[in-house]
């Protein structure tokens, strides 16, 4: 165990949240160390201390004071101890809020993310850091550290029975071993099916309790539907959840046996040195009983992080593979382009990463700015798709795709992005302002135009959208949405616009509205 403990924390290469977090956890077992030790000496004190005076029928000023002096150092010291404790985790959680910011999937490549595996280890990953496994090594080896202190001073104690002391404390770490085996390995196997089976509840759960889907489920009279589903994946659940439970409740009684056996041995040795031989004093039993439940606790608390320390090794192992594998599907082009005068296809051929079935096919055509295109088949047919490669949400296809004549694979995505404006049939509104949700980098003089020419008051920018997080929210119409959208899109200054299905939700005269300021 010790051996493999070594191995965990040579091949650790984390570094600390920061030199000052690692100070801070340090004199923070330290306080709590001193503490444990303090309890177990002022206890003999003032037991003997008050021993003394019922001998002499009166109880004396001295023991006062050591009582006095006992509660106030044990105040002040759970002061000191409770403020940095609070202030630790003051930090550790703006370091896990700044990691898992920084591992959302705003930059990642569209095409990798696209599916559920995806999810599954982003869901690993925050499930990681939000439990501090990549931090947690560092309080463990100082439990471990502080804990082999307070029982070599506790031993120093009960240094006249040595010998039992020491066969119990071999007995107890055999069970404790045995009680934390079970319980960490089945906790790590846990932890990574919840993972993968809380991307799937938590999409039904909120599908259910959305605002959004609302209409849909009631009008389509999809609660049953939704609730069966959701029992299936619950009853799977529950069913992997009663083998780990059971692994669990092994682990506990292992425990409670390993804790009653040396309580209660070393309440009837030292009980009967205290009644029946008289060897020892009352203050002596009490600090012996005292230095005996803080030993085996003690033991507990170190086996335990033993076997962290050894999980640790395996959060942090899949961590890094998880951080690894974002990076290497991170975009890390940055090559610029000037204004898009030409987008070319040649002979190119795509099929989406979940089907090996076609959908472009040889595709060969040619775009140029400054002239309206119109592409029109059935649904399915791929007009969706094309503009997904335009936009390079994809770089799975075979053939060249060129802007200007450079291979779209070369070009960045955000300087890309920046000259293209894009009005999808299923795009988004979030629950934020109206303007929030129109961009405020787009052009504010064609913003007030176009919204004059939509029959839109200007007031409407500072509104927000939806009933989510405000009760004054907007309730818009899938029209009222759409010409946002495609305000939205042509608002901004760029050099090609996409607009797919841009009539779909609108009224005839709208449309034709619309219509014209395409091509004016």
Not at 116 to 129: A, D, G, P, S, T
Request: charged share 20%.
């Amino acid at each position: 165990m010790i051996v493999n403990v070594i191995g965990v924390l040579a091949n650790m290469h984390v570094k600390p949240v920061s030199i000052k977090l690692s100070i801070l956890k340090i004199f923070y077992f330290i306080i709590n160390s001193v503490k444990t030790v303090l309890v177990t000496f002022f206890i003999k004190l003032i037991v003997s201390e008050i021993q003394n005076d019922i001998n002499i029928e009166n109880i004396s000023n001295k023991t006062y004071i050591i009582i006095i002096l006992y509660f106030l150092i044990l105040l002040i010291l759970s002061i000191i101890s409770r403020v940095l404790n609070n202030t630790i985790n003051l930090i550790t959680f703006e370091w896990i809020q700044k990691e898992k910011n920084a591992f959302t999937n705003l930059e990642k490549k569209y095409e990798q993310i696209d599916n559920q595996e995806y999810y599954e280890k982003q869901n690993r990953l925050f499930n990681i850091l939000n439990k501090n496994y990549i931090n947690n090594y560092v309080d463990n080896v100082l439990q471990i550290i502080s804990n082999v202190i307070i029982i070599i001073t506790m031993m120093i104690v009960l240094k006249d029975y040595m010998l039992i002391v020491v066969a119990m404390i071999i007995i107890s770490v055999l069970l404790l071993i045995f009680s934390a085996l079970y319980k960490y390995k089945s906790d790590y196997e846990l932890e990574i099916f919840d993972d993968k089976i809380s991307s799937k509840t938590g999409y039904l759960r909120g599908t259910i309790s959305n605002f959004d889907y609302g209409f849909d489920i009631r009008l389509l009279r999809l609660q049953s539907g939704l609730r069966r589903k959701l029992n299936e994946i619950s009853i799977v659940e529950i069913d992997e959840k009663r083998k780990y439970y059971k692994l669990f409740l092994i682990s506990d009684l292992i425990f409670i046996f390993a804790y009653i056996l040396f309580i209660v041995l070393f309440y009837a040795y030292f009980t009967n040195l205290l009644i029946n031989k008289k060897s020892i004093s009352i203050s002596d039993y009490s600090m012996f009983i005292s230095a005996i439940t803080t030993i085996f606790l003690s033991l507990n608390i170190i086996t335990k992080k033993l076997f962290e320390l050894k999980y640790n090794y395996k959060y942090y192992c899949d961590y890094k593979n998880i951080i690894n594998e974002f990076n290497n599907i991170s975009s890390n082009i940055d090559n610029d382009i000037d204004n898009i005068k030409t987008i070319k296809f040649n002979s190119v051929n795509f099929n989406y990463p979940s089907s090996k079935d076609l959908v472009l096919e040889n595709i060969n055509i040619t775009f140029e700015t400054g002239k309206i295109y119109l592409i029109t088949g059935e649904n399915g047919a791929g007009k969706t798709t094309l503009y997904n490669l335009i936009l390079k949400l994809y770089d799975s296809y075979n053939g060249d795709i060129l802007i200007n004549d450079e291979n779209l694979k070369q070009i960045s995505p955000k300087k890309l992005i920046s000259k293209i404006s894009i009005l999808t049939q299923d795009f988004n509104f979030f629950s934020f302002t109206i303007r929030d949700n129109l961009d405020i980098q787009i052009n504010q003089e064609k913003l007030k135009n176009l919204l004059e020419y939509f029959n839109f008051d200007e007031t409407i920018l500072s509104k927000e959208y939806s009933n989510r997080f405000t009760k004054d929210g907007l309730n818009l119409s899938a029209g009222e949405l759409q010409k946002l959208g495609f305000i939205r899109a042509v608002a901004k200054n760029s050099d090609v616009i996409i607009l797919d299905e841009p009539f779909s939700a609108l009224d005839i005269y709208t449309e034709i509205k619309m219509f014209n300021y395409i091509k004016d």
